[in-house]
């Protein structure tokens, strides 16, 4: 995948080798192979000396010669300090000297940790391009009562596609008719296949199971679902994570400080009169060989794309390893209410119309106001008036608080109790609920109560983050304050704001921000389309449900495919894990190199041991990281 691919390419910088896949593997293994039975010949076979040298030369070459054509390439370039300069000084250095088993063995045994490496990284890779292989290559477009195979690039919104049991969803449409169940686990992570009919709206990368169904396509391939969520776990490697930042800087400061270390171990004691120029460049070999800071380089970019990778598995989607790693430090944790917290379905569930004002009339001008609106709750006055009205108005929207509409005869509004302060109309009462207030002109209505069902298991997923270290929980809504608190109360919400102007909400979240603990963050959870704002401003924006919005995608550091609130618990879940192994790593490749230093100093480990150690540490980090990219929800959804 090329975001592997990237993150590899910036280890080849550092360490200045290119990991091969495929027949370069094998030919490695040959070459290897041709090297160590050439090297034990040399080595246990009598042969005149100007023979056993060519030989020991031939097997160096076959085993390191591409490390030295690498190290001179990137000499030209100015990038002197890789590990292949590394290396290339090293074996160098021990022929010089007269070790030349040790010299040809410090290229075999470097290949066989790059090969191993090589392996294992190929193998992450495969397992990501799998866990992502939303994409279909073909999509069977029906074109003039002719069902055509052709790619999916090639068909515009419109136009009728047919999908076969097995046969991925290729562009996001409109059932037209069949039904089917589909496989939505590559999208969302659930496991339980979605019953679709005709009229049900279906995303690109589902799996149809047991049915055909005909589709017509809403977006082109570029603007589909499954073109969204490549694109962004692709670009996911460009935003760093400040661990992947301190190692990329760490290695450009590093990797000279320790080859200028390695040259005064060997010239500067023996010129003290400590030993033979002969015994310190040997130990300068040992220190060299295990300097290389490859193990970070490689396994902490490779566990921080694990992590999304994961958390991909999961129906998680996180742009980018800053944004996992902010996971991971969340205090507070702030939600919009309707839509997020609840359902957002609503009905009307109660009428209250003034004294000497009729139901149906309370009712036809809360219609009259709500016609034109797309909003939840505009729908739900809609269906319990049953048409749209005929009688058409200028509807003018007041942000916040509701609706104006100019009629021929009068002027309607519709909305909050801010609304009706506004319009200088008495004290109303507001309700537990959502209420809607209905004044003609300067008459009051009445109003009507709308109820908005919570979402299943809310109460439980937000436990779940507490457990996880989120300290804090907020709401910030515009709905009333009695509602809002009943809500908060209900779900465990510690701090709530209501009755909030979009403005005020990022206002509310600031100050959220500022009285948080030190070095703890603030995300919001919104629905990705009203909150935009919210969610951009706030430390990490993460949308609910959103994948089909774009809106959602561009506001939102962290999309939930779906609409189950407990993923956040899950991606913290994540996050956290990644960063311990993250951590694991640093500790562990650090710690290994600096003994195994100090040993190379004090004469206790000789260049075969530092190859070993070398080659091993890396192996550990890279085995280490692959972790990351086998956490499922299950690790992660127990207690803390």
């Known amino acids: 995948m090329e975001v592997l691919a990237k993150s590899h390419q910036s280890h080849g910088h550092c360490c200045g080798h290119e990991h091969g896949e495929g027949g370069s593997l094998k030919n490695t293994l040959l070459l290897l192979g041709g090297a160590l039975m050439l090297t034990v010949a040399a080595a246990y076979t009598p042969l005149p000396e100007t023979v056993r040298v060519s030989v020991f030369g031939v097997a160096y070459l076959l085993a390191g010669g591409k490390v030295l054509l690498a190290a001179c390439r990137n000499i030209f370039k100015g990038e002197f300090f890789d590990e292949n300069f590394l290396m290339t000084v090293a074996s160098v250095g021990a022929f010089a000297i007269g070790e030349m088993p040790e010299a040809v063995s410090v290229m075999i045994f470097y290949g066989i940790g790059e090969y191993l490496q090589d392996s294992a990284v190929a193998k992450s890779k495969k397992n990501i391009e799998t866990l992502m292989d939303l994409r279909s290559d073909c999509a069977n477009v029906k074109r003039d009562g002719v069902v055509l195979a052709v790619a999916p690039e090639t068909v515009a919104p419109g136009e009728n596609i047919v999908v076969k049991p097995g046969e991925k969803v290729p562009l996001d449409g409109i059932v037209q008719s069949g039904s089917a169940f589909l496989d939505t686990r590559a999208l969302t992570g659930e496991t339980v296949p979605r019953k679709v009919s005709p009229q049900d709206e279906v995303l690109s990368g589902t799996i149809s199971t047991d049915g055909v169904l005909e589709i017509q396509v809403t977006k082109q391939f570029a603007e589909s679902t499954v073109s969204k969520i490549l694109d962004l776990v692709r670009n996911a490697a460009e935003r760093k994570a400040?661990?992947?930042?301190?190692?990329?800087?760490?290695?450009?400061?590093?990797?000279?400080?320790?080859?200028?270390?390695?040259?005064?171990?060997?010239?500067?004691?023996?010129?003290?009169?400590?030993?033979t120029f002969?015994?310190?460049?040997?130990?300068?070999?040992?220190?060299?060989?295990?300097?290389?800071?490859?193990?970070?380089?490689?396994?902490?970019p490779l566990s921080f794309f694990g992590g999304i990778g994961g958390a991909a598995r999961n129906?998680?989607?996180?742009?980018?390893?800053?944004y996992l790693e902010l996971l991971s430090r969340l205090g507070c944790v702030a939600f919009d209410k309707t839509g997020t917290l609840t359902q957002g379905v609503f009905r009307v569930v109660e009428y209250r119309p003034e004294p000497g004002i009729?139901?149906?009339e309370l009712?036809?001008?809360?219609?009259?106001?709500?016609?034109?609106?797309?909003?939840?709750?505009?729908?739900?006055?809609?269906?319990?008036?049953?048409?749209?009205?005929?009688?058409k108005g200028e509807v003018h929207e007041i942000a916040g608080m509701g609706i104006e509409v100019l009629m021929p005869d009068c002027v309607?509004?519709?909305?909050?109790a801010k609304l009706m302060r506004l319009l200088g109309i008495g004290m109303v009462r507001d309700f537990a609920k959502t209420t809607v207030h209905v004044a003609r002109g300067k008459q009051y209505l009445g109003c009507l109560l709308i109820a908005d069902e919570l979402r299943p298991g809310i109460s439980e997923a937000l436990q779940r983050l507490h457990k996880a270290g989120v300290s804090r929980l907020a709401m910030l809504t515009g709905d009333n304050a009695a509602l809002a608190k009943e809500v908060a109360k209900e779900v465990g919400i510690d701090v709530c704001r209501a009755e909030l102007l979009p403005q005020d909400k990022i206002t509310e979240l600031e100050k959220l921000m500022a009285s948080g603990e030190p070095g703890r963050k603030t995300a919001f959870v919104g629905d990705g389309i009203n909150d935009a704002p919210v969610l951009a401003r706030a430390d990490l924006g993460i949308a609910m449900g959103g994948i089909g919005s774009d809106a959602a995608i561009e506001a939102a550091d962290v999309v939930i495919m779906t609409d189950d609130i407990g993923k956040i618990a899950t991606a913290v879940g994540i996050a956290e894990k990644t960063r311990w192994i993250v951590w694991e790593n640093i500790i562990m490749a650090l710690g290994f190199k600096i003994s195994i230093m100090i040993l190379a100093l004090l004469g206790y480990a000789s260049v075969w041991f530092a190859i070993f150690a070398d080659v091993g540490v890396a192996l550990l980090a890279v085995a280490n990281a692959l972790r990351s990219m086998r956490i499922c929800r299950t690790e992660i959804s127990g207690d803390n």
């Open 358 to 360: 009729a139901k149906e």
């Open 412 to 416: 309607i509004h519709a909305g909050n």
């Open 278 to 300: 002969s015994a310190w460049i040997y130990k300068a070999l040992s220190f060299l060989i295990i300097s290389c800071p490859c193990a970070l380089v490689l396994s902490i």
């Open 315 to 322: 129906g998680i989607l996180i742009k980018g390893s800053n």
């Open 363 to 391: 009712l036809r001008c809360a219609a009259l106001a709500e016609a034109r609106s797309n909003h939840p709750i505009a729908k739900s006055v809609l269906a319990a008036y049953g048409r749209v009205p005929e009688e």
């Open 242 to 275: 400040s661990a992947e930042k301190f190692i990329t800087k760490f290695a450009k400061v590093y990797t000279p400080l320790v080859v200028g270390a390695a040259l005064l171990v060997a010239v500067v004691p023996p010129l003290a009169g400590f030993g």
